[in-house]
Each structure stands twice: as C-alpha cells, then as structure tokens.
C-alpha cells in the first residue's frame, strides 16, 4: 500500500485564478523539522534544518546523520504499545485554518509528498504536516507495529504541535491510518481524505509480502561503492520486483549508515506485522465528519463491493475518481490531487 510511486515526484504546476497566479502571490513557506533524536527527550520546537534524507551537507552534517539514523534503529522494548516521536516536517501558514497533514503509505515517507506539500502550503495558505510513520523514513524503529499504535502516534504528536482539529490526507497504509485516527478521535479530524484506499481487504496489495521478503533477501558486501552497491542491490530485487519504477522506489530507502548501506525500515517489524497492515481493524462506530474517498480510475484498490463499509464507518462520504491515474495518485497526476483536495475543503 503506497510502495512504488516514481523516487522524484514532479513539481505541482501553480493553479490559476483569473489572470493570477495563487502561487506567486504567497511567500515561500518555511519548512519546520523535528527535533534530532538526542533532543526528542526532552520536548523542544521544532528547529530549521535540512531534511536529512535529501542531504547536502558538511562530512560532519552527514556523519551525524548516519549516527542518528543507527540510534534510531536500535530496539527498544520500552517503546512497545506506546507512541513514539516521530519525525516530521512542518510548513507554517494561517493558523485560522486548519492545517493539513499528509501521510504516506508503506514503503513510504514524508518526503514522497515534499513537492505537494510545499504547492499546497503556497496555494492555501495553510499549515502543512508530513510524517514519517513508526518503523519508517528518519522515525524511531519499534517492533511494534499496527494501525492502532500508529494512530497513537499521531493523537500523541498532533496536540504537541497545536495541529488539531485538522485535515488528514492518507494515502494507502497512511488511508487507513487515517480512518482509524478519525473513528478513535473525531475531534482531532477536521475532515477525512483516504487517497486509493478502503477498510476493506482488497487485492492490490497482495505481492507487498514478496516485496519485503526479497528485501531482506538483499546482501550487500561490505567496501562496495555506494553506485555499485545499489546496482547490485537493484539487480538481486529484480527477479522478484520486475517493475523498474517499483524497484527504484523500494531502492530510496537503502541508506549509509557507519559507512555500509541498509534499508531504513524497520523489515524485520513489516514481516512479522504485514498482514495486520494489509486489512482494517473491526470497528464499530462512525466518524460523521466530511470525508473524501479519492481513488485512481486505474487502479484496482478498491473496488466497488467495498462501498457499503465505507458508507457504515464513514456516513458523509464522497468517492472521487481521478482519470488516468494508479494507486500513486499524488505522483501520477498531482495537479488533479491538489485540485481534488482543494475542491473538497471548499
């Protein structure tokens, strides 16, 4: 759910009203990150700083980012069932509004919506978040891993950061996430998007569990270059992930760390939970807030006999479908996400 957008998301084209540009009108927004780890301790905000995946920086910069990135993956059994600091990244905008958070599916992470982020935050003007899930992109590793503490997540982080009520926009495994945090909290959810996503188990999915086995498959000899070590790494994916896009995308999240390459999820956590993340939990209350179902008309997510249990647990509901688009609407066709998420805010 969510795994293989293309690795570059192409930049948004400005929206136009009139004989305006919305997007020249607004300043750049200003990216706000979360705290490093040695900070997340002891609760501080949020500080301006590169992302550190996209990484340009000093050697030092670097080489305190592959320590950060090992600390991170070491397992702690104190953080089991309870909500972990994740790693964000804020753009600041109208405080009057409510802000808007993206999350990303499996496989993913919060710089996957870098570019949506950042054309929504100038063409609206609000706050944006994106996240990096548990078990995922520069957050914390845990063994633990489900919906419901993934929902935790965001009920302990959302309030810290003076976010809520808010509207949440999920796409795949980050759809559900949503759902759940809806249906547990609905006043934390202004109002609900699941991008190509349902509660229901659906078939689209089923080839993930190759995916993660042919992952951890993956051996790297050590001294290698980095171009050669990925081009073998790509190479010993190949025969199970025969799609090149899919294959590059899985490949982001191979990173150095203490001068080695190793994935940066937590594969180990996705095996052993996989099947809970490939269905919905049961649940029997309703969230009656405004919510947009937004499917790809390519795509096989969800299919219409999924429609009455998205109309029991989500009574507002409307299903959208975007044309010529697959499960990555947001990287296939971005200009018609954010024009889809924008009608629906009206």
Known sequence: MGACAPPSLPRPPAVEHGATTLALR???PHWRHSPPPAAQKRWQPPRSVSDDRCGAGTEAQAAAQNRARAERRRP???TL??????????????????????LHGLFGCKTNFNSIAKAFAQQTGRRVLTVDARNHGNSPHSPDMSYEIMSQDLQDLLPQLDLVPCVVVGHSMGGRTAMLLALQRPELVERLIAVDISPVEGTGSSHFPAYVAAMRTVNIPDGLPRSHARKLADEQLSSVVQNLAVRQYLLTNL???DGRLAWRLNLDALAQHLDKLLTFPQRQ??????TLFLLGGNSQFVHPSHHPEIIRLFPRAQIQTVPNAGHWIHAERPQDFIDAIRGFLV
């Open 26 to 28: 607004r300043p750049e």
């Open 255 to 257: 990173v150095e760390v």
């Open 76 to 78: 702690n059994s104190q």
């Open 285 to 290: 209350e309703s969230y009656l807030g405004p």
């Open 81 to 102: 069932g309870r909500p972990l600091p994740l790693s964000y990244s804020l753009l600041d905008g109208e405080a009057a509004l409510p802000a808007v958070i993206f």
